[in-house]
């Protein structure tokens, strides 16, 4: 049994949504990880002993070759050997995931206590096996015994048999299904549970394992490529070709040698960076605090954070004391966050219980592989924390998961270059059955015509095909290196040359890292005031004092550090922050952080001391990506109650404030600021009751007091673009490279940067997208309203559907621009329109992570060729996603993304472009020159097999490793063209171009062989050949075939060395251009002059006329002529491409899907159908925001209907009744992730 699932109707049976995650399941199959992104078939296996004994008797009977295929497929020998069954039979489980993908993995079975376990198909008692270290004990299979766990591992997650669901399941920590209150009150596992839970979670242990030498040689060596060369070397040593057989053999091994280094030293490198260990201090109950090696620690366990710092070893949520913590090895960014304990919020009687949210309480998160800088605390107590996940489940393991097991890259030239590999063959195939037949007829011996026949395969399949196209990669990894960017996935250069759409994060990308403060708009009576730029004209009061507050600072080896927009803000009025008390006695010492104004003494000590002026922050709210805001409670000394500081988006916090406090214009002053680019902070206070005292105040939930706020006013900071962002941007659009901004910033603000840099160009209209969800029993909605000046012309239409509005009539060219909010309703409800928001979408703003990552999976649904540069922040899932990840961030995130580059502009983006363009183009020359070479050398060997004869030794060694091997290398070094072009490089070679060059090149070698053969047989003094036992080839035939085929891989290396607009000409190749003149010299010296010494050597019969060697020059050149003006004026003649590309239905490739969908656009030009009312830009985010202001939720997410005044009297009046009912509330009811069986019993 398993997840089954109903059948999902797709919106469009053509074309793919654009969404990120799995596809629409199959109701008649099963899943693990149903819906979500890593959503896997699943298919279980039972052992068949029949199928097992014939299998293994072919593959003895196949001498292994067998086998050596099933280990390249391991699930067709899984297929081959077991039967289907249900999931709770399967002794082996078949998951295909959605790229797929196949994983076959063996179903183990253990007893609660670590036991291993093996169950007999025969009725028999349980019994321990002796001789061995660890018992294995025996089961009868149909035994149900409760005590016994099903498991399999793929790719490092454990799933579990869950018999109640009958399914497997991804095991999980305590972040799923447990309540706050419940984390709160776990007091630590015992020894004896926490070793049982070890056996469910195993070693808290991110291994990433360096594969020996001696395996990764048998893996190296056992691979396709590496098999059809030992077969080639075979068939050369057994032919007697043991110079280019040798060659191969050393070329091969270095290969393997360099390979196997370079994947050590990228094993190292991840595990040196990945792998840690420390010593953990946990606690056992009964504030019993043991050291315990971190290996050791289980989801469950209480550990101290010591107060000197420490490498978190796990996900943790903190429960008592703050931290601050550097983030960069998941974020990118090295700036302090500070983490708080977990709210535990007090409840009215009855009320549910607020449930954990890893994502809502992520600012409480204490997450695997970041650097705790400092604790504190107030008083002497412990910073505890409950650890959630251990291991690979951890967000630290996720990284790495994602790095050992990387998205498939599927890239349309190299599925083509296995069907030319393919269609190689069948010609091999084909001269196979020529040679066998011709040698049958001359009744040579069996031996020879396997071994001629056999040497025709390795001539027409070339083995050192993969090596040859790997060489403009080479080269374009080392110009970028040269350029600072530096590349870990050496095969997404040649994909990025075929990418069209780049997605570009904003700030710290587009945009200048560091804010500066401009100024303030203060609030009073309703009413905005003028703005004051110099902070020494700002009046005393909340909004000062907001501004002195409200920010998660922090002092570090004395230095002020925090987030840099804090920190910009708090210097800029000057006043002064301290945190009493010396700085190692604050490790384990929470007291108020105070602030105060430089002009007033401020004496260091207990707050006795302070002045009157001096503000204590006793609570701190983080800021909250979802949230967006910030908030903290402060004390005044001269106050009698505390007062709560509020910051973050206006939009937010205008949806938080008293509406009489709120200014009627805010709507519209806010769209001036933001228009102009300016990033604008909202601010607002409350005054909290006498009643609020400090333990309740640590005590009291964000919700029930971040309402009702008053109204302050607006920060306004201005964010400049970097110098070099417009000329990228103009430079890409110039070449049609769609170019996106994906933001977690204000919309207004993306705008005015996407204009200023040349996104969007001025006259270009933009449509705001909104969408709605639904709400009550209103169905969703969607509006689209223009984002710039409402009152441009538009013309009416009447249609079936009713009025439309149509696009101004003088410019029709719109984008959409859309948020985070939009885009999930979108996704959720409007999946048929999606695709045309991702047509002409220009901006996204307000997107979490993880929406840049969707984003960029639908844009590669619809065809595109998507790049995606970010500064890591925020942006390592869409980094990870793109076909071309560029990172400027050299944190550790990075290690995820393709590309990196140490100079933190865009300028980067363009040359890894370029040298994408040039390497892919090289890739298909050197392809071309590799398949020509092949059937160029497999003619040449058919012509002289007619009469008996071949090349020989030398010939063959001559033409490999002299001409063949040395100008594939040199093809590649050509570099970039100096700029981008419109024109996309092919990045298939199943189309018109390429089909035509290969076969009209074909012909081109084919005839000027054959009339070379003829031609000189047609000769007074020539003398036909005749067979001998002594392989000597030394013919006149022999001579004429070679001499003009070597002047014809000359002539190919120079017609398929393309230049502009992708590559450089070759004239600036001096190293390939000094091979050419070389390689044609030693010709022309072999066919007018050679001594003859060097004749013998090369077996060659000179031709005693000195006018017919001549004759030979000129037919050469005749070669080289045709050859290179037919690429020029018809393989490259666009127009003639095009007129085959309409007449050749076999390689006529369909349109992408966003040209089907940008046709649709501009074919209809009601569509999109925008708003009639009139209203302006700002009533429409008005709209949004009312949208967005919900009642607070509990934990079953319903309203809650406690105010704060309410829970303040229950708290007085009710507090023994909650506490004892927080003692009745039974563990058990609380459910551990998904594996409540386990956990509960454990």
């Known amino acids: 049994m398993g997840c089954k699932t109903s059948k999902v109707r797709r919106a469009d049976a053509e074309l793919k949504i654009g969404t990120s995650g799995p596809p629409p399941m199959d109701p008649d199959k099963y899943y693990v990880n149903a819906g979500e992104e890593d959503q896997m078939e699943i298919t279980g296996y039972k052992l068949n002993r029949l199928k097992q004994i014939i299998t293994w008797f072919f593959i003895i009977l196949t001498l292994g070759l067998l086998k050596l295929f099933f280990y390249w497929l391991p699930h067709i020998f899984l297929q081959c050997t077991h039967d289907k069954c249900t999931l709770s039979e399967a002794q082996a489980v078949l998951l295909t995931n959605y790229y797929a993908q196949y994983f076959v993995s063996t179903v183990e079975t253990a007893t609660r206590d670590g036991t291993r376990v093996r169950l007999l198909p025969t009725k028999t008692k349980y019994l321990y096996k002796k001789g061995q270290s660890q018992p294995v004990i025996t089961y009868q299979e149909s035994l149900k015994d409760e005590n016994l766990m099903h498991y399999f591992i793929s790719m490092k997650v454990k799933y579990i048999w869950d018999g109640e669901r009958n399914e497997f399941i991804k095991l999980r920590g ?438 009157g002026e001096d503000i204590g922050v006793v609570r701190q709210f983080p800021f909250s990506s979802s949230l967006q805001r910030m908030s903290v409670i402060v004390r005044s000394l001269s106050g009698s109650n505390f007062e709560l500081y509020a910051k973050g988006s206006p939009e937010m916090i205008a949806s938080l404030s008293l509406p009489e406090t709120v200014p009627e214009n805010f709507h519209e002053i806010l769209t001036e600021y933001t228009q102009h680019g300016y990033r604008v902070i909202a601010v607002a206070c409350k005054q909290l009751p006498s009643k609020l005292n400090y333990v309740k105040v640590q005590r009291i939930g964000r919700d029930l007091v971040e309402t009702e706020l008053t109204f302050l006013g607006l920060l306004i900071m201005e964010n400049k673009i970097k110098p070099e962002t417009a000329p990228v941007i103009a430079n890409l659009r110039n070449a049609l490279i769609r170019t996106i901004m994906v933001t977690g910033d204000n919309m207004l603000t993306a705008l005015s940067v996407a204009q200023e840099c040349g996104m969007v160009d001025q006259g270009d209209r933009i449509i705001l997208v909104q969408a709605y969800p639904p709400v009550d029993l209103k169905a969703p909605e969607i509006d689209f309203v223009y984002a710039g000046d409402s009152t441009k012309k538009v013309v009416e239409v009447k249609s079936q559907k009713g009025t439309m509005i149509e696009i101004d009539e003088e410019n029709q060219r719109f984008h959409f621009a859309l948020t985070g909010k939009s885009w999930s309703a979108l996704r959720q409800y409007f999946p048929d329109i999606i695709q045309k928001i991702l047509v002409r979408g220009a901006v996204f703003a307000r997107m979490a992570p993880e929406q840049k990552a969707q984003l960029v999976e639908g844009l590669q649904n619809l065809g595109y060729y998507v790049a995606m540069c970010g500064d890591g922040a925020n942006d390592c899932g869409a980094l990870k996603t793109a076909h071309t990840g560029i990172s400027l961030s050299e944190a550790e995130a990075s290690v995820a993304s393709p590309f990196t580059s140490k100079k933190p502009t865009i300028e980067c983006v363009p040359k890894v472009i370029s040298e994408g363009r040039c390497a892919l183009v090289t890739s298909f020359g050197i392809f071309k020159y590799m398949a020509l070479y092949s059937l160029t050398q497999f003619v040449s060997v058919l012509i002289l097999y007619w009469n008996g004869a071949n090349l020989t030794d030398a010939e063959f060694l001559y033409i490999d490793l002299f001409l063949i091997t040395t100008l594939s290398v040199t093809f590649g070094y050509t570099a970039p063209y100096g700029q981008l072009v419109k024109d996309l490089p092919p990045s298939s070679l199943v189309s018109p171009g390429p089909i035509l060059s290969l076969i009209s090149q074909a012909a081109i070698q084919i005839i000027f062989q054959l009339f070379s053969y003829l031609y000189v047989a047609t000769q007074p003094w020539f003398k036909e050949f005749e067979e001998n036992d002594d392989y000597d080839y030394a013919s006149h035939e022999n001579t004429a075939v070679f001499l003009v085929s070597s002047y014809q891989y000359v002539a190919l290396a120079v017609a398929f060395a393309k230049g502009a607009p992708f590559r450089k000409t070759i004239f600036s190749n001096y190293l390939f251009l000094m091979n050419l003149l070389i390689c044609f010299a030693v010709s022309l010296w072999l066919t007018i002059y050679p001594t003859d010494y060097f004749a013998g050597v090369m077996e060659l019969s000179p031709f005693p006329e000195i006018t017919f060697r001549l004759i030979f020059v000129g037919i050469g050149v005749a070669n080289f002529a045709v050859s290179l003006l037919l690429e020029m004026f018809l393989i490259d003649n666009v127009l003639i491409v095009r007129k085959c590309k309409g007449s050749c239905t076999c390689c006529k490739a369909s349109d992408y899907d966003y040209t089907v969908i940008e046709k649709e656009i501009e074919d209809d030009p009601t569509w999109p159908p925008l708003d009639p009312s009139g209203q302006g830009l700002a009533q429409y985010l008005q709209r949004l925001e009312s949208m967005n202001q919900m009642p607070p939720k509990d934990g079953n997410g319903k309203p809650s209907s406690a105010t704060l005044e309410e829970l303040l009297e229950s708290t007085d009046d009710g507090t023994n009744q909650i506490n004892q009912r927080v003692q009745n509330k039974e563990d058990s009811n609380v459910a551990v992730g998904n594996n409540d069986n386990f956990i509960t019993s454990l």
């Open 174 to 611: 305590l972040e799923s299904g447990s309540t706050c209150a419940y984390l709160h009150r776990c007091n630590g596992l015992s020894l004896n549970d926490q070793i049982k839970r070890r056996v469910l979670y195993g070693l808290n242990s991110i291994a990433v394992h360096v594969t020996p030498i001696c395996v990764l040689l048998f893996k190296q060596v056992l691979s396709p490529f590496y098999i059809f060369q030992a077969f080639s070397m075979c068939v050369w040593y057994a032919d007697e070709y043991y110079i280019y057989a040798t060659c191969i053999i050393v070329i091969s091994v270095f290969s393997i040698v360099v390979t196997i280094y370079q994947i050590r030293k990228m094993q190292r490198a991840l595990r040196n960076t990945i792998s840690s260990s420390t010593i953990v201090t946990v606690c056992r109950g009964n504030d019993v605090y043991v050291d315990v090696p971190s290996e050791d620690l289980v989801p469950g366990d209480i550990i101290e954070i010591p107060r000197h710092g420490c490498m978190m070893q796990c996900d943790t949520v903190l429960l008592s004391g703050n931290c601050i913590v550097n983030e960069s090895m998941l974020t990118g960014e090295s700036v302090p966050v500070t983490k708080t304990p977990l709210p535990n919020p007090l409840q009215l009687p009855g009320q549910p219980e607020l449930l954990f949210d890893m994502k809502t309480h992520s600012r409480h998160v204490l997450f695997c592989g970041t650097q705790i800088i400092q604790t504190r605390y107030y008083g002497c107590k412990k910073v505890r924390a409950i650890v959630l996940r251990t291991g690979f489940i951890t967000a630290k393991g996720e990284l790495v998961r994602a790095i050992l097991y990387p998205k498939p890259v599927d890239f349309k030239f190299n599925r083509d270059t296995y069907k030319f590999i393919g269609i190689l063959a069948f010609i091999a195939l084909m001269g196979f059955v020529y040679t066998l037949t011709l040698m049958i007829i001359d009744g040579d011996e069996v031996g020879e015509i396997i071994l001629r026949c056999l040497d025709l395969v390795t001539i027409t399949v070339p083995p050192a095909l993969p090596a040859a196209l790997a060489v403009g990669v080479v080269f374009a990894q080392m110009r970028l290196k040269k350029s600072s960017i530096f590349c870990i996935s050496p095969n997404c250069i040649n994909i990025s040359g075929a990418v069209n759409a780049v997605c570009f994060d904003k700030t710290g990308t587009l945009t200048e890292d560091g804010l500066e403060m401009r100024g303030v708009i203060p609030v009073r009576k309703q009413r905005f005031e003028p703005e004051i730029q110099n902070m020494k004209e700002l009046e005393r009061g909340g909004l000062l004092n907001a501004m002195a507050t409200c920010h998660s600072l922090t002092i570090i080896d004395g230095t002020i550090m925090g987030d840099p927009l804090d920190l910009i803000m708090f210097h800029s009025i000057d006043w002064k922050l301290e945190e009493p008390g010396q700085e190692e006695s604050r490790f384990d010492m929470m007291v108020p952080t105070i602030v105060k104004p430089r002009t007033s003494p401020f004496l260091v000590g207990s707050t006795e001391q302070l002045q």
